[in-house]
């Protein structure tokens, strides 16, 4: 314990990733907070910072040590706050990650109602498809469409994701109709750039799994993009619904092999990192998630 403020004021320097930084988020000088990292250093007998007019960087003890002061930071901080978090209205700056498909299709219309009812939360939102660490980028929360979310954060399903193969009509009426997951195999599949051909789609056949091997000219790390070509008789895609629905009750892409579960067990989840208070902010904004999308969400209401 008798280190306690100068492990607080080392995460501060790790976390802002500068003395000066670190000095200005707690109201203290550069000086005071160099010398409180260098007495712990001296008292643990242990070099914590690589540090040169230039630049820093944590040591391997350093960057040990710094996990441990970071959760006890944030143990600090949520039991300062839980007497008056219970009841406190959600506010500050919200930091989550999101799939950019669904992020443009249905998150912005779940952000606008959200912030016209919480008014003190400021919303920032990174869309993106490259899994992001929480930790490290500083994320309050992240949603992901998975069967297998990372064990060390928890998890929330928020609503189910069902996947579906289609083509369109042009191109069905000139490739012919597969009847089987194995029939895939002899179609021109557009298939998302980062997944194998070989096992990226799978389907469940009197309870055993199938996975065809596919055969595309394209392979696009866009969603947008492979449904362009979908739509214009270009191959079959298997995207979730919340992708496909408009264009699904328009009948411009026509489901297809629907006696089969694709791609089973995905589901909508938000993730976050383990700590025991909830901010308001944050459960807030789980919550206002739920009441949007779960548990029959609009995306599957045709």
Same mark, same amino acid.
């Given at each position: 314990?008798?280190?306690?403020?100068?492990?607080?004021?080392?995460?501060?320097?790790?976390?802002?990733?500068?003395?000066?930084?670190?000095?200005?988020?707690?109201?203290?000088?550069?000086?005071?907070?160099?010398?409180?990292?260098?007495?712990?250093?001296?008292?643990?007998?242990?070099?914590?910072?690589?540090?040169?007019?230039?630049?820093?960087?944590?040591?391997?003890?350093?960057?040990?040590?710094?996990?441990?002061?970071?959760?006890?930071?944030?143990?600090?901080?949520?039991?300062?706050?839980?007497?008056?978090?219970?009841?406190?209205?959600?506010?500050?700056?919200?930091?989550?990650?999101?799939?950019?498909?669904?992020?443009?299709?249905?998150?912005?219309?779940?952000?606008?109602?959200?912030?016209?009812?919480?008014?003190?939360?400021?919303?920032?939102?990174?869309?993106?498809?490259?899994?992001?660490?929480?930790?490290?980028?500083?994320?309050?929360?992240?949603?992901?469409?998975?069967?297998?979310?990372?064990?060390?954060?928890?998890?929330?399903?928020?609503?189910?994701?069902?996947?579906?193969?289609?083509?369109?009509?042009?191109?069905?009426?000139?490739?012919?109709?597969?009847?089987?997951?194995?029939?895939?195999?002899?179609?021109?599949?557009?298939?998302?750039?980062?997944?194998?051909?070989?096992?990226?789609?799978?389907?469940?056949?009197?309870?055993?799994?199938?996975?065809?091997?596919?055969?595309?000219?394209?392979?696009? @790390?866009?969603?947008?993009?492979?449904?362009?070509?979908?739509?214009?008789?270009?191959?079959?895609?298997?995207?979730?619904?919340?992708?496909?629905?408009?264009?699904?009750?328009?009948?411009?892409?026509?489901?297809?092999?629907?006696?089969?579960?694709?791609?089973?067990?995905?589901?909508?989840?938000?993730?976050?990192?383990? @700590?025991?208070?909830?901010?308001?902010?944050?459960?807030?904004?789980?919550?206002?998630?739920?009441?949007?999308?779960?548990?029959?969400?609009?995306?599957?209401?045709?």
């Amino acid at each position: 314990m008798e280190h306690l403020a100068q492990m607080m004021t080392f995460a501060k320097v790790v976390e802002t990733r500068s003395f000066s930084a670190a000095a200005l988020a707690l109201a203290t000088s550069k000086s005071l907070v160099s010398k409180q990292v260098s007495s712990l250093e001296s008292a643990l007998g242990v070099k914590l910072l690589n540090r040169t007019t230039r630049s820093m960087s944590l040591t391997e003890a350093g960057a040990a040590y710094y996990e441990h002061c970071q959760r006890i930071a944030h143990e600090i901080e949520a039991a300062s706050q839980t007497v008056t978090q219970l009841q406190a209205e959600p506010r500050g700056v919200l930091r989550l990650t999101s799939p950019v498909i669904f992020a443009s299709l249905h998150l912005a219309p779940a952000l606008e109602s959200f912030c016209r009812k919480y008014e003190k939360v400021e919303v920032e939102l990174h869309a993106s498809d490259r899994p992001v660490d929480l930790v490290d980028e500083r994320y309050d929360l992240a949603i992901r469409i998975t069967s297998s979310p990372p064990q060390n954060l928890v998890a929330r399903p928020i609503a189910p994701v069902r996947w579906v193969t289609c083509a369109s009509p042009e191109y069905l009426a000139q490739h012919g109709i597969p009847q089987t997951p194995q029939d895939l195999e002899k179609h021109q599949c557009l298939v998302y750039q980062g997944e194998p051909v070989q096992g990226s789609w799978r389907y469940l056949a009197n309870g055993r799994e199938v996975a065809p091997r596919l055969h595309s000219r394209f392979r696009v @790390n866009n969603t947008g993009v492979l449904m362009h070509l979908a739509l214009n008789g270009m191959g079959v895609v298997m995207n979730p619904t919340y992708v496909l629905g408009d264009h699904l009750r328009s009948g411009r892409l026509q489901p297809l092999l629907t006696e089969y579960d694709c791609n089973p067990g995905m589901s909508l989840q938000m993730l976050y990192l383990p @700590n025991r208070y909830m901010q308001p902010k944050v459960r807030a904004f789980i919550d206002h998630l739920l009441a949007e999308f779960g548990p029959v969400p609009p995306w599957d209401r045709f």
